[in-house]
């Protein structure tokens, strides 16, 4: 659990208070405006893109010791993610946070 909170505040500091995080948020709700202001957003999004792939591979990494590691361990997850996405809505960072714990009480 503290590797997930850990992890949350990063995220929620990289995402709501540096200018990466601005450009992110701003290239979500208008990406052509960004690009005319001369910021790449493909690669910021290509940047995002990497992190979350990180972050899985952070999880991996965490629940591999607890589970036995093979090739289609993540498809079990998948209805759950689902869940947490309907719960907490798109594009909602503690809406996500709270799906979370809403689903993974149940």
């Known amino acids: 659990m503290a ?8 995220i929620y500091l990289v995402l709501f208070r540096t200018r990466v995080g601005l450009i992110v948020r701003a ?6 405006i960004v690009n005319i202001l001369g910021i790449n957003v493909n690669r ?5 893109f990497a992190l979350g792939a990180a972050i899985a591979g952070l999880s991996g990494i965490v629940d591999a010791p607890l589970v036995a590691v093979n090739p289609d361990m993540g498809t079990d997850l ?4 689902f869940v947490v996405i ?3 809505g798109v594009g909602s960072f503690f809406g996500a ?3 979370g714990i809403v689903a ?3």
């Open 97 to 99: 946070i709270l799906g």
């Open 27 to 32: 290239g979500i709700d208008d990406a052509v």
């Open 78 to 81: 998948l209805v759950q993610s």
């Open 44 to 48: 910021t999004f290509m940047l995002v």
């Open 104 to 106: 993974g009480r149940s």
């Open 3 to 10: 590797i997930a909170a850990i992890t949350l505040a990063l």
């Open 86 to 88: 309907v719960i907490g």
